[in-house]
C-alpha cells in the first residue's frame, strides 16, 4: 500500500503527460549486412517516398519506391453480363447447386478485364565502394524515435558512417556519407531501374536521373511517367561523370538529395509533370544543411510518433541484435520486444500513410518487384481494413485520411459497378482494388464474388468519426455511408426458406464448406449478415446526427430486422454459414463470421454472453498456426476475449523467425510480417491487438487492462485514444493491478470506466456506480436479434473476472486523475 500511497501523492502534485519510456531500446539493429535479402533491408519512407535500405559496406543499395508508380492507367472492370444472369445464380444458389452457380459467376460476373493492377518499384540507388569488402565493427541500425537508419563500420581504420531518413517535411530521401578522416569516401554511384521503358543520364554533373514508364499489365496500358533524381553535393575530393555514373573521389563528406515525382493527379487523370516536380522537390531543399533538414525531419515524424509511449520493462535479453531477439523470443523473457514491435507497427503507419498520399496497400509503401505478390493492390476482404485498425486508438488519426480518401473514390467508381452489374442503387467495391480504383470482381468466383469491401470499408469513415467527434467530417461523408446502405438495400434478397433478407451471391471470404461442392459461394454468409446490419446501423445512426433522411433511416431500421441473426450451431460455435455445417477440424486462415466480434462490435462479453462463448469455441477450433495477417486478426479477437495470456502466445507465435511454426507465417529479420511472404497487416493487426489488450472502448466504455497476459504485468503507457475523444494520457498497472491512470476528455460527455480492480479519483470526487446504458452516444452499442441456437449445443456462457463499472461526468478538454482505491 505504501507504493500506492507514493503515487497518489505523485499524481496530486505533478502532471504526468508526456512521460517517456526508455527510449534507447526503440531501435532494431543488427552486427551483420543485409546482402542480397531484401527482408533483412530497414524501411524508411514518409507516405510518398520510400526506400529499403541495405546497409552493405561494398555496394550499398537503397531500394526506392514511390507512391503512385503503379502498373496501366485509368480503366473500370465492372462486366456487364453479371445483371443478366444474377437471378440465375441466385437461383442456383437456392437449390444447392453451388458449383453450378460458381461457375456460370465465373463465367458471366468475374471481370473479363483487368483484375488489377501492379505496385511497382521505381529501381535502385546503388552505391559502390571499392575495397571495403574487409571491414569489422559492423552496426546498422533504424531509430524508430527518429526515423532514422545508420550504417557504421570500419576499414583499414578509418570508420565510415551512413545516415539515411525519408523526410517527413520535404519529399526527398536524405543521405549522408562520412568518414571519421577527411578525404576517405571514394565510390562510384548509379541509378538502376528493373523497367524496360527508361533513359539514365547525369544532368549538370552532380544529379543523377532517371526518366521511365510503368508496365503494361493485362490489357492496360502503362501510362505512369516517372522522374527519380540523385543530387550529390561533397565536401572536399572531387567529382566526376563516367556514362551514366557519377564517381566521388577522396571526399571528406558527400550528402545525397533524392527526389521522386510522377505524372499521377488522381485515379482518372496522369496529367502532371514527372521532371518539373522532381525537380521542384529537389530544388526546394538545395540551400538547406543536412542537420537542418534532418531536424526538421526528426520534428515534424515525432509530432506524430510521441503521441504514445509505452513501457512493459526490460531484461537483459534486449541487448541482443534484433535478429538475434527474434529468434530467441518464444523462449525467452523479453518483454521490451513486444514494445519495440509495437512502435515498429506505429512506425510503419506513419512513414506509409500521409495525408494526401496513396493508403499503405498490400505492402506498405515498400516492394522490390515488377510483379510483387498478389500485385502488392488492396485486398479489401480483410488486409487493407487491418492496415488501419491502429491509426485512431494509437492516436495516429491524421494516418487514417489516404484510406478515407480512398473510400470516397471507391463510392464513386463503385456507384457505377452498382447499376451496371446489379442494377442498384449506391455503390459496392468487391474484394479487391487498386490505385485505379477498380470495383468490379477479380481473381474468380471463389474469391471475386464478394462483394463487401465497399460496406466493410465504409465503416471506417463512421470509426474515424466515433474517434474525433467531427460532425463537419460526418456530414462530407454521408454520401458515402449512404451509398453503401442503398446498394445493400436494393441488393437483398428474400431467402426462399429462411425468409430472411441476404446476399446473394456472397461468401464468407476465402472458405468454402464441404457440403457447398468445394464452391465458396452462398447466400446469407454468417460476415456478409453483419456487414450489412453495420451499414445499415451506422447510416441511420449518422443520419439521426445530422438530422436528415428521417424516412429512408426508418427504412434501414426495418430492413435490419428483416436480416438474419447470428446461429451458435452444434459444435457450440458461431456458424460461419445459415446451414450448420462448419468442422471443427477446419483450420482456415479466415475466420470472417468473427468480423462482429472484432473490429465490429455487435458480439459482446457483457450483453450477449452465449454468442461471445460460441466466438471462443469459434477461435479453439480454427486453433492458432496460422499466415502471418491471420494471428494478427488472433490477437486482436484473443484480446476481446479478455484472455491475454492467449493473446499473448499468438504475439509470441507472430514473433517467431518464419518457418519455425510449420504451416504458419512469423516475421523477418526486419521485423517486416510475414504471410509468407511479406504482407504488412500482420504488423499492423499486432500493434492493433497489443492495444486492445490495454484498452478497449467498443462495448459501450472505456475498458482498461482487458487482457493483460501475465507476462506483461507490469508496464506503463500513455497517449491512447478512445471512441468519445479520450486520451489515456498515462496508465500504470503493476503486477496486474491497475495502480494510477490520467484520462484527458477531448469532447467531454460521460466517460463510463470499465476496470479490473476498484479505483478512486485524485480529486477525492466519489466515483459513482454505472447503471443502464452509456448516455454518452459515441458508446452506443446497436441491439442485435438474439442468436439462433442449434437443439444439440448445449453452450455455457464465459465465466468472466469481476470489473468495476463507473460513470464519471467531463468536460471538454479537462483531465482526470484516479488511483488505486
Not at 39 to 44: F, K, T
Not at 156 to 166: M, N, Q
Not at 303 to 316: I, P
Not at 610 to 624: I, S
Request: hydrophobic fraction near 35%; glycine fraction near 10%; charged fraction near 20%.
Amino acid at each position: 500500500m505504501r507504493t500506492y500511497t507514493i503515487l497518489t501523492l505523485f499524481f496530486a502534485l505533478y502532471s504526468i503527460t508526456g512521460f517517456g519510456q526508455d527510449k534507447t531500446g526503440l531501435k532494431l539493429w543488427y552486427d551483420t549486412p543485409s546482402g542480397e535479402v531484401w527482408e533483412n533491408a530497414l524501411p524508411v519512407g514518409n507516405g510518398f517516398q520510400a526506400a529499403m535500405v541495405y546497409g552493405n559496406p561494398e555496394k550499398e543499395i537503397f531500394q526506392l519506391n514511390e507512391h503512385t508508380v503503379w502498373s496501366g492507367s485509368p480503366n473500370r472492370n465492372d462486366n456487364p453480363d453479371a445483371r443478366e444472369v444474377l437471378d440465375e445464380v441466385r437461383q442456383l444458389i437456392f437449390s444447392g447447386e453451388y458449383k453450378a452457380a460458381e461457375q456460370l459467376a465465373n463465367e458471366k460476373i468475374i471481370s473479363r478485364k483487368s483484375h488489377g493492377q501492379l505496385f511497382q518499384p521505381v529501381g535502385q540507388l546503388e552505391l559502390t565502394f571499392a575495397g571495403h569488402q574487409d571491414y569489422s565493427g559492423y552496426y546498422r541500425e533504424l531509430d524508430i524515435e527518429k526515423a532514422v537508419a545508420m550504417t557504421r563500420y570500419t576499414v583499414d581504420g578509418v570508420t565510415y558512417t551512413r545516415e539515411a531518413f525519408t523526410s517527413m517535411t520535404d519529399r526527398i530521401m536524405v543521405i549522408r556519407l562520412s568518414a571519421d578522416r577527411p578525404g576517405q569516401l571514394s565510390f562510384r554511384a548509379a541509378l538502376t531501374s528493373p523497367h524496360t521503358k527508361k533513359s539514365l543520364e547525369v544532368t549538370g554533373h552532380n544529379t543523377l536521373s532517371l526518366h521511365a514508364t510503368t508496365s503494361d499489365h493485362e490489357g492496360v496500358e502503362g501510362k505512369v511517367v516517372f522522374n527519380a533524381l540523385a543530387g550529390f553535393q561533397a565536401a572536399g575530393g572531387t567529382m566526376s561523370v563516367e556514362g551514366t555514373d557519377i564517381v566521388v573521389d577522396h571526399a571528406d563528406e558527400v550528402v545525397i538529395r533524392v527526389s521522386v515525382a510522377t505524372n499521377f493527379n488522381n485515379y482518372k487523370d496522369l496529367g502532371g509533370d514527372a521532371s518539373r516536380r522532381a525537380q521542384n522537390y529537389l530544388a526546394k531543399v538545395s540551400g538547406k544543411r543536412y542537420d537542418v533538414l534532418k531536424k526538421a525531419h526528426i520534428a515534424g515524424y515525432q509530432h506524430y510518433f510521441n503521441r504514445v509511449s509505452l513501457d512493459f520493462g526490460a531484461t537483459d535479453a534486449e541487448k541482443l541484435p534484433t535478429d538475434k531477439r527474434l529468434e530467441n523470443f518464444r523462449n525467452a523473457d523479453d518483454p521490451s520486444f513486444v514494445t519495440l514491435y509495437y512502435q515498429f507497427g506505429r512506425y510503419l503507419l506513419i512513414s506509409s500513410s500521409q495525408p494526401g498520399g496513396q493508403p499503405a496497400n498490400l505492402q506498405g509503401i515498400w516492394n522490390g518487384q515488377m510483379k510483387p505478390a498478389w500485385d502488392s493492390k488492396y485486398t479489401i476482404n480483410i488486409n487493407t481494413e487491418m492496415n488501419y485498425w491502429p491509426a485512431e486508438k494509437t492516436n495516429l488519426s491524421e494516418m487514417h485520411e489516404p484510406l478515407l480518401k480512398m473510400v470516397r473514390e471507391l463510392s464513386e467508381t463503385g456507384r457505377e459497378t452498382a447499376k451496371t452489374m446489379y442494377g442498384a442503387n449506391g455503390w459496392l467495391a468487391h474484394h479487391n482494388t487498386d490505385i485505379w480504383r477498380i470495383t468490379g470482381p477479380v481473381d474468380g468466383s471463389f474469391w471475386g464474388i464478394w462483394n463487401g469491401g465497399g460496406g466493410w470499408l465504409s465503416q471506417h469513415l463512421w470509426e474515424h468519426y466515433l474517434y474525433t467527434g467531427d460532425e463537419a467530417f460526418l456530414k462530407s461523408v454521408y454520401p458515402v455511408l449512404k451509398g453503401a446502405a442503398e446498394f445493400y438495400a436494393d441488393f437483398l434478397v428474400e431467402h426462399p426458406e429462411h425468409h430472411w433478407l441476404v446476399v446473394a451471391p456472397g461468401n464468407s471470404p476465402e472458405n468454402a464448406p464441404e457440403e457447398h461442392q468445394g464452391a465458396s459461394i452462398t447466400a446469407g454468409s454468417t460476415m456478409d449478415n453483419q456487414i450489412v446490419f453495420d451499414v445499415f446501423s451506422v447510416t441511420a445512426r449518422a443520419a439521426e446526427i445530422l438530422g436528415k433522411d428521417k424516412d429512408f433511416a426508418t427504412k434501414l431500421d426495418s430492413l435490419k430486422k428483416r436480416l438474419p441473426p447470428m446461429h451458435i450451431g452444434k459444435h457450440n460455435q458461431l456458424q460461419e454459414w445459415l446451414d450448420d455445417i462448419d468442422d471443427p477440424q477446419d483450420h482456415h486462415r479466415h475466420i470472417s463470421h468473427l468480423y462482429g466480434l472484432y473490429p465490429s462490435s455487435q458480439i459482446s462479453a457483457y450483453q450477449h454472453p452465449k454468442l461471445f462463448a460460441a466466438a471462443r469455441n469459434t477461435l479453439l477450433q480454427r486453433g492458432d498456426v496460422s499466415t502471418g495477417w491471420s494471428m494478427g486478426w488472433k490477437v486482436n479477437w484473443w484480446a476481446k476475449m479478455q484472455d491475454g495470456n492467449h493473446a499473448y502466445k499468438l504475439i509470441r507465435n507472430q514473433l517467431t523467425p518464419l518457418g519455425v511454426v510449420k504451416g504458419g507465417g512469423g516475421t523477418y529479420n526486419n521485423l517486416f510480417d510475414a504471410h509468407p511472404p511479406f504482407q504488412i497487416d500482420g504488423n499492423f493487426g499486432c500493434t492493433s491487438g497489443i492495444t486492445e489488450m490495454l484498452m478497449q472502448s467498443s462495448d459501450g466504455s472505456v475498458h482498461l487492462l482487458p487482457a493483460l497476459p501475465d507476462a506483461l504485468h507490469t508496464g506503463r503507457v500513455g497517449g491512447l485514444k478512445t471512441r468519445g475523444g479520450f486520451v489515456i494520457s498515462d496508465m500504470t498497472w503493476e503486477y496486474g493491478v491497475l495502480t494510477a491512470v490520467e484520462i484527458k476528455a477531448d469532447l467531454g460527455g460521460n466517460l463510463r470506466l470499465r476496470t479490473p480492480n476498484q479505483i478512486k479519483q485524485v480529486s477525492g470526487n466519489q466515483l459513482k456506480k454505472a447503471n443502464g446504458d452509456n448516455p454518452n452516444g459515441f458508446f452506443r452499442v446497436p441491439q442485435i436479434k438474439a442468436p439462433v441456437i442449434s437443439g444439440a449445443s448445449d453452450i455455457i456462457p464465459l465465466q468472466l473476472r469481476k470489473t468495476y463499472l463507473y460513470d464519471i461526468a467531463t468536460e471538454k478538454g479537462k483531465t482526470y486523475r484516479f488511483v488505486l482505491r
